[in-house]
T-cell receptor, first 109, second 115 residues
Framework: KNEVEQSPQNLTAQEGEFITINCSYS?????LHWLQQHPGGGIVSLFM?????KKHGRLIATINIQEKHSSLHITASHPRDSAVYIC???????????WGAGTKLIIKP | DTAVSQTPKYLVTQMGNDKSIKCEQN?????MYWYKQDSKKFLKIMFS???????INETVPNRFSPKSPDKAHLNLHINSLELGDSAVYFC??????????????FGSGTRLTVV
């Protein structure tokens, strides 16, 4: 079992829908990252969380340390949001960053 | 201006060759990384340098050798390329001592194909 699990693996939705991507982890962490990988391959860091909630535009990320779970929400989704969204956690015992397998999101117009 | 730039973007080469991938960041970050993204899209760290000093060296073949001439550059040299080296390699940087607690900036990736 992977130490970082994302769900769903694939998600297709219509433009305008509210999107939720989940990330669960099984190790102690010092931080959790959400990243976006564009179809062309480039990776963009979206959020880094150690507690609570962060918002940037239409993106919202939350983390529950006790439950070892984080969610990434996209409001009013748009086709340009189509990408792979990756969750990664930093193990609190060392510098190791553990990556989820990603969630492929497709937003149809 | 690109914050983290990698060159080349695409590299096709024959088995047994030696090749280098270059990475430069103009963010003034202290730490740079090399990641390998495999066919299942997992990102695996290979190396990390903080102020030109190696701080992470995961289990990678000795054929892979990073070189950091200054803190703005981290190049990856690969000797005797093998088919299994085919992957996308990402360079990244962060403004911290390697904890990543201040977030990462990634390069656009180098797709290496060994034939």
């Amino acid at each position: 079992k992977n130490e970082v699990e994302q769900s769903p693996q694939n998600l297709t939705a219509q433009e305008g829908e509210f999107i939720t991507i989940n990330c669960s982890y099984s190790v102690g962490i010092s931080a959790l990252h959400w990243l976006q990988q564009h179809p062309g391959g480039g990776i963009v860091s979206l959020f880094m969380l150690s507690s609570g909630k962060k918002k940037h535009g239409r993106l919202i990320a939350t983390i529950n340390i006790q439950e070892k779970h984080s969610s990434l929400h996209i409001t009013a989704s748009h086709p340009r949001d189509s990408a792979v969204y990756i969750c990664a956690v930093r193990r609190d015992s060392n510098y190791q960053l553990i990556w989820g397998a990603g969630t492929k999101l497709i937003i149809k117009p | 201006d690109t914050a983290v730039s990698q060159t080349p973007k695409y590299l096709v080469t024959q088995m047994g060759n030696d090749k280098s991938i270059k990475c430069e960041q103009n963010l003034g970050h202290d730490t740079m990384y090399w990641y390998k993204q495999d066919s299942k899209k997992f990102l695996k760290i290979m190396f990390s340098y903080n102020n030109k000093e190696l701080i992470i060296n995961e289990t990678v073949p000795n054929r892979f050798s990073p070189k950091s001439p200054d803190k703005a550059h981290l190049n990856l040299h690969i000797n005797s390329l093998e088919l299994g080296d085919s992957a996308v390699y990402f360079c990244a940087s962060s403004q911290d001592s390697g904890t990543g607690l201040l977030g990462y900036t990634f390069g656009s990736g180098t797709r290496l194909t060994v034939v």
